[in-house]
Structure formats: structure tokens, C-alpha cells
């Protein structure tokens, strides 16, 4: 069976999915990056290999904020950032998509897509109050799993206004809403509205959400975020079945075009990895120059300006 690979590392977690020819999923994992893009992924490649075998690579795309170290690392077909990833994965599932809103665990992205082209697009990587990590620290703060705060979300009677520029005055507000009394389903209403309010102001600012609109990231899970967005916009918000893991497909759809693939093979998920850094100091540049090692080997090596070092990689 031939096959593509996708995948988005992000700061927070790494998604990797497997698709047939047709764009269908075969594979997916979602897991914490924890800070180690590189054990993540061979974790992943791991635990896939393990399920499907040394299935046959056709193509390998990667996107998020480690896209680039991902190619290092796995040898990828096409390398794309995330705006143009989401757009293709949610135009390969609903063709007549018109606004993707899409919030992660760091970052919050808002897409426009006029006949199938992305015309505009905004993206906040700034304000952590509107991110899937706020969320997580709130839920835990509050004694609850992430998992169970969209339900606390809608059963709220009244929610209670959390002001959501920030995380500090967010946090405070909550703390002082709990003090005057209001019970937890207010609270939590109050801070899916507060963070609904935060992305519109942040990222909407006039551009035109129109219908259909495809609700994706880790955040699309809390049934709270998604009834606040309609209610605040009175629009239905459509979460697809893999609402978080939508960058690694739209990265793998984009490989299938590859003809000859990059795909370093299944054994790098036995390799010993590992990263390494210096300073170049031929020139006033002084360029950081980070590497992968293989053991002893250098495999990559990036961030000089000049390419001299990139040039010199195993």
C-alpha cells in the first residue's frame, strides 16, 4: 500500500498522521511535545511502525513551528507553514469552506477562503489568554480536567464576565468572581466567553466571518468555546472528526504530488538523535548554528546565514 506522511510539531504537542492516495486516514497520533520535538517524533514513528509496519512512503510533509527541524530529522517532500496546511485540509473536507478559526495549544489562527484560495488570514502568537494552554492551566487551577470543562461550560445559568485581555487580569477576575460567590458553571461560561471575546478582538477586527465556518486545534474539543463563538456570532461552527490533528493532514495532502520522496526511512526512529549548537566565528555575523547528531555524525545542520556549515552536513 503506498502512503503519505504528515506532521505538525507544535510547541505544545505533535500531531503525525498516515493517508491513503484519496486523502483518507490510515494513522494518527496526538501527543505532548514536552519539549522535545525530536523524541516526539520518533516516539511517534515508533508506535507507527509498530501498527502498520514498514508500509511503503510515498511523500512527507511537515508544518507547525517545527516544521523545519521535522524535515531535518525525517527528510520531508513539502514544508509548509500552518495557514496553508489548515487551508487544505479543510478545503479537502468541506470544499465550500469559507473561515477556518483554528486555536491551538501557543496560538490562534483566523483563515479566509474565498473559492478555494486563501485571501486573508490573521494569526496571534502573542496573547496567551486565547490558547488551549490558558485553558489547561485554568481547568487545573480549578481542580478539573481539561477534558471536563466544556461541559461545566453548558450548564451555566449565568455566566459571569472574566475580562480576557490577558492572562493576568483573566486569572485575577476568576479568582475574584470565586470570592464574591459565583458557583463554577458561571465561571467557566465566563472564560470560554472571555477567551471567544480575546480571539475575535485580536484576530477578527473587521474581516468577514462567513459561512461555513470549520471550528479546529485542540480547543474545537470544549463544547463551551464552540457554543460561545455561537452565540457571540450566530453562526454554526462545524468540528471535524480530527479537529486537532487538521496541520498534519493538510501537510500530508500536499506530499502527494511528490515524485521521488525525501523519506530518510523507518530506522530513524532507532537512531540516536540529538541536537547541539555553536557560534560561528568567521565573520561579525556570529551565527548560531544549531546540528543534529546522529551519534558522532552530523546529519543537518541550519541557522547560518552565509550556508557555509549547512553546506558541510553529513
Keep these: 500500500m503506498e502512503a503519505y506522511l504528515g506532521i505538525d510539531v507544535g510547541s505544545v504537542t505533535t500531531k503525525v498522521v498516515l493517508i491513503d492516495r484519496h486523502g483518507n486516514v490510515l494513522w494518527n497520533s496526538y501527543n505532548k511535545t514536552m519539549g522535545q520535538p525530536i523524541k516526539a517524533i520518533q516516539s511517534a514513528f515508533s508506535v507507527l511502525r509498530r501498527d502498520v509496519g514498514d508500509i511503503e512512503i510515498r511523500g512527507v510533509g511537515t508544518t507547525g513551528s517545527g516544521r523545519k527541524l521535522a524535515d531535518y530529522i525525517v527528510g520531508a517532500d513539502q514544508i509548509k507553514n500552518e495557514i496553508t496546511a489548515h487551508a487544505v485540509s479543510a478545503i479537502h473536507l468541506i470544499p465550500n469552506v469559507r473561515t477556518i478559526v483554528e486555536i491551538g495549544g501557543q496560538d490562534s489562527k483566523l483563515i479566509l477562503i474565498r473559492n478555494g484560495v486563501v485571501v486573508d488570514f490573521s494569526m496571534n502568537t502573542v496573547c496567551a489568554a486565547g490558547t488551549g494552554s490558558f485553558l ?5 487551577r480549578l481542580g478539573m480536567a481539561i477534558e471536563e470543562l466544556g461541559n461545566y461550560a453548558l450548564a451555566a445559568s449565568s455566566p459571569a464576565r472574566i475580562a480576557g485581555r490577558c492572562t493576568v487580569f483573566a486569572e485575577s477576575d476568576m479568582i475574584h468572581k470565586q470570592q ?33 465556518v470549520i471550528f479546529q486545534g485542540g480547543v474545537a474539543a470544549n463544547p463551551g468555546i ?10 454554526e461552527f462545524i468540528v471535524p472528526h480530527y479537529y486537532p490533528i487538521m496541520g498534519a493532514i493538510g501537510a500530508a495532502l500536499l506530499s502527494r504530488n511528490t515524485k521521488h520522496t525525501r523519506f530518510r526511512g523507518w530506522s530513524l526512529s532507532e537512531k540516536q538523535l540529538s541536537t547541539s549548537s555553536f557560534y560561528c566565528s568567521d565573520c561579525p555575523n556570529a551565527c548560531g548554528v544549531m546540528q543534529i547528531n546522529d551519534c558522532d555524525a552530523v546529519i543537518a545542520r541550519w541557522g547560518d546565514t552565509c550556508g557555509k556549515w549547512g553546506r558541510r552536513e553529513g
Design 136 to 140: 489547561e492551566h485554568q481547568a487545573t
Design 180 to 212: 464574591m460567590g459565583h458557583n463554577l458553571e458561571d465561571i467557566v461560561a465566563g472564560l470560554c466567553d472571555a477567551l471567544v471575546r480575546n480571539y475575535l478582538n485580536n484576530l477578527s477586527r473587521g474581516k468577514e466571518i462567513s459561512d461555513p
Design 226 to 235: 464552540k457554543a460561545s463563538f455561537e452565540r457571540e456570532l450566530g453562526k
